[in-house]
């Protein structure tokens, strides 16, 4: 079955410590996306990929990283930068037309600890 | 400025009773897609219904319809006999085609649907 798998589903992090959440898609999707979302609250997009090897700063990039060295996959690591870093954290991805709904992973819930 | 702006924090709908939660959105772009998704208390997004700016009709999905009114930019969605699995967070999003893709979401309705 095509979707979105995100691992681990929950996440402890000491302070100052970097760590990598893993997002994988098979929906032969070329658009992906990291979300943030906080209790009680929306989505804010933290980056966001169109191509391979390309990605794009979102609204709240501070203090976290990605890549895309592979149309399948596309990591977020939360650096020890970012203050805030407790939260709820979805993938998503999608054709990019403008028509095509996002498919969303299950999400995996960051705690520092 | 905020794109997507959801009024209602939280709305109470009884069981077999029709609810409405309420999107308005903010563009310059003739062409953008506006988007509905549930998310139930285990974190999943699941996608609910669609509609294009140059859609004639309002979109409907079974028992969920969208109610877009382009003048007023509005775009409401509609469910018809809730059910108590409706019970979940709402949101409301938008993709513009000159913003590379990206969709901006609204802070959700929380709907809770009572026996």
């Known amino acids: 079955d095509g979707g979105i798998t995100q691992s681990p589903k929950y996440l402890f992090r000491k302070e100052g410590q970097n760590v990598t959440l893993s997002c994988e898609q098979n929906l032969n999707h070329d658009a992906m996306y990291w979300y943030r979302q906080d209790p009680g609250q929306g989505l804010r997009l933290i980056y966001y990929?169109?191509?391979?090897?390309?990605?794009q700063k979102g609204d709240i990039a501070e203090g976290y990283s990605v890549s895309r060295e592979k149309k399948e996959s596309f990591p977020l690591t939360v650096t020890s930068a970012q203050k805030n870093p407790t939260a709820f954290y979805l993938c998503?991805?999608?054709?990019?037309?403008?028509?095509?709904?996002?498919?969303f992973g299950q999400g995996t819930r960051l705690t520092v600890v | 400025a905020q794109k997507i702006t959801q009024t209602q924090p939280g709305m109470f709908v009884q069981e077999k009773e029709a609810v409405t939660l309420d999107c308005t959105y903010d563009?310059?772009?003739?062409?953008?897609?506006l988007f509905w998704y549930k998310q139930p208390s285990s974190g999943e997004m699941i996608f609910l219904i669609y509609?294009?700016?140059?859609?004639?009709q309002n979109a409907t999905e079974g028992r969920y319809s969208l109610n877009f009114q382009k003048a007023r930019k509005s775009a409401n969605l509609v469910i018809s006999a809730s059910q108590l699995g409706d019970s979940a967070m709402y949101f409301c999003?938008?993709?513009?085609?000159?913003?590379?893709?990206?969709?901006?979401f609204g802070d959700g309705t929380t709907l809770t649907v009572k026996p």
């Open positions: 509609q294009g700016s140059y859609d004639q």
């Open positions: 563009t310059s772009d003739p062409s953008y897609g």
């Open positions: 999003a938008m993709r513009e085609v000159t913003n590379a893709g990206k969709s901006t």
């Open positions: 990929s169109q191509i391979v090897n390309d990605f």
């Open positions: 998503a991805s999608s054709t990019g037309h403008r028509r095509t709904e996002a498919f």
